[in-house]
């Protein structure tokens, strides 16, 4: 049985998801001991065909939102151990290896770590090195969250506080906010990842940054963001 499930949400990435899936390849943690679970939107170009050469499960979404799908991957993993990220990023060979380290720990819960920009240009990297900071400076302060693109928690743990809520964006954040009543959630500058910004471009940097910002600081006072509209788009 893996120790580790890597779930996977995907929604028409026919055009990087072999390249994405082919990096698992070069892990250093043996391949018996981790599963890919790609839980997909309904892509229409061919996304499951070609995951399935690949991942150890494919099939489509029974939940809504992305926080759903992750919900769909949870519940088909057998890891005890849940390390989550999108189609489009980039992990370290030594990702899954580091993540089953830091879950020696019994304490631990949830292990996190910084991301940054698979895009060059001076835009993408100045938002992302203050992201950093400002996400270590929370974890320093002891208000550590989770992040979908680069997360491992326990899947104990995980199903405890009941996974992702439905809400339309935040559900990252919301998440990691349970998740410390139960234990320790650990930042680790080695988990690095990768990530496209191709969503920040199309969206526009000010304008995901204000929602991003906005639904944190509703969840810090305790307001219900459920209820707002999901959304998915074509990238």
């Known amino acids: 049985m893996p120790q580790v499930s890597i779930v996977v949400p995907t929604w028409n990435e026919a055009a990087g998801i072999e390249a994405?899936?082919?990096q698992f390849e070069r892990q250093t943690l043996p391949r018996s001991e981790f599963?890919?679970?790609?839980?997909?939107?309904g892509s229409t170009d061919g996304t499951r065909e070609i995951a399935a050469?690949?991942?150890?499960?494919?099939?489509v979404q029974r939940r809504k939102?992305?926080?759903?799908?992750r919900n769909d991957g949870v519940d088909a993993a057998s890891g005890a151990i849940i390390a989550t990220t999108d189609a489009d990023c980039l992990v370290p060979s030594d990702w899954l290896a580091v993540i089953r380290e830091r879950f020696e720990d019994t304490a631990v819960v949830a292990a996190v770590?910084?991301?940054s920009p698979?895009?060059?240009g001076w835009k993408p990297r100045l938002v992302y090195f203050f992201l950093r900071g400002f996400i270590r400076a929370m974890a320093l302060a002891g208000l550590h969250t989770t992040g979908g693109t680069n997360t491992a928690v326990r899947r104990e743990a995980f199903l405890r506080v009941g996974g992702y809520r439905g809400l339309p964006h935040s559900d990252d954040v919301d998440l990691g906010f349970r998740l410390r009543r139960l234990g320790r959630i650990v930042y680790d500058p080695r988990l690095h990842v990768r990530l496209s910004v191709r969503?920040?471009?199309?969206?526009g940097y000010l304008r995901t940054l204000l929602t991003w910002a906005k639904g944190d600081f509703y969840l810090l006072l305790g307001k219900d963001l459920r209820g707002g509209s999901y959304a998915k788009q074509e990238y």
């Not at 599963?35 to 939107?41: H, L, M, P, S």
């Not at 939102?65 to 799908?69: F, L, T, V």
């Open 65 to 69: 939102g992305i926080g759903g799908a």
């Open 20 to 22: 994405f899936l082919r």
């Open 35 to 41: 599963e890919i679970v790609v839980v997909d939107g």
């Open 113 to 115: 770590g910084p991301d």
């Open 53 to 59: 050469r690949h991942a150890d499960q494919v099939f």
């Open 118 to 120: 698979l895009e060059g």
């Open 199 to 203: 969503r920040l471009e199309k969206n």
